[in-house]
């Protein structure tokens, strides 16, 4: 008989210290990651959890560093295809995990590989951005500062980067649609149609961190036509020199992705979200892509806040309601990244809340 949600969620009312920790509970952790412990335990971490529609990254080392409390609720705020919160659930039997993403095919995804889970009621999913996680959490009855853990893999995910119709590759064609959830928002084309050819440059220069991103913009608002990713990949070769062409393509379909996905604010709305949520002593972890979410996972991990004048004692130290459990980011061992190679760029940081 399955044991009702309600009072599996009750039993969520606090993290555990870390040195009650399930299964990991280290502290600070500053030594080399690329360990022989988890270079073993990469091909019966990551892999095991991967499926065709997404391979999830850093999944041993995540759930080492993330579960403390083995009756806790814990949020997969990039539910993807459910891999993370597989291994999650996997933890501890007394777990339970709420699943959140925006995406409605990933969200049907996961709760096909994980209706046994949904059916004993220690998965919930929920279909939300990540940066609504504490209205979230409230619609299913579980408090703020009751959650053991958080996670935030940022970026794309597998099914999306492979599949030509949702128009995030330049290697796929499809529409130019680049839309995480693609029943609501604005279109990459219709972004691009909508700005004018500084503004489109602002857009690359800011969030694909391309320092040509002018002469790009005026070859892409110049092209005839715009409607595909071909059409955009096409009008970047027209004005990118050869040696340059695959670090422009990544950059200015990262730009426009990230713009339409609104990515970096939600990002900054997430985090301290999630803080919120979180129980004293619970974590939070968060997987990054790329520099423009590693810095701000970095200073709000480090700070709490993303004020660039934190809070300070009487003798200048920062007084952070987060204590670092990583000091450098946790990167993937070699066979991880000769499995899945996206795994290469992945940076994970967690940090473990100090105050109510």
Known sequence: MSTPRRSRRSRAGGARSADQSVPGGQGPSAAPHRSAEAAGASRDGAS?????????????????????????????????????????????????????????????????????????????????????????????GIAAGTVAGVLLDLGVSSRQLDAGARGFAYAQDGPLDMRMNPEAGESAAELIARLDAAELADVIYAFGEERRSRPLARAIKNAERMETTADLADAIRQS???????????????????????EMRQIEEALPAALRVLAPGGRLAVIAYHSLEDRRAKRFLRHGTFERDPRKDDFGRVLSPLRAVTRKPVIATDEEIAANPRARSARLRVAE???E
């Open 240 to 262: 990118t020199p050869d040696r340059d062409e695959l670090k422009t393509l990544a950059r200015v379909f990262q730009a426009l992705r990230i713009a339409v996905n609104d």
């Open 48 to 140: 095991a959890y991967a499926t065709g529609y997404h391979d999830p990254v850093l999944v041993r080392e995540t759930v080492e560093l993330l579960v403390t409390d083995p009756a806790g609720v814990y949020v997969d705020g990039t539910l993807g295809g459910g891999g993370h919160t597989a291994a999650l659930l996997d933890a501890a039997p007394g777990v339970t995990v709420v699943g959140i993403d925006r995406d409605p095919e990933a969200l049907a995804t996961a709760r096909a590989r994980l209706a046994d889970a949904e059916a004993e009621g220690r998965f919930i999913p929920v279909h939300a951005t990540f940066a609504e996680v504490g209205a979230a959490l409230a619609a299913e």
């Open 353 to 355: 809340k100090t105050e």
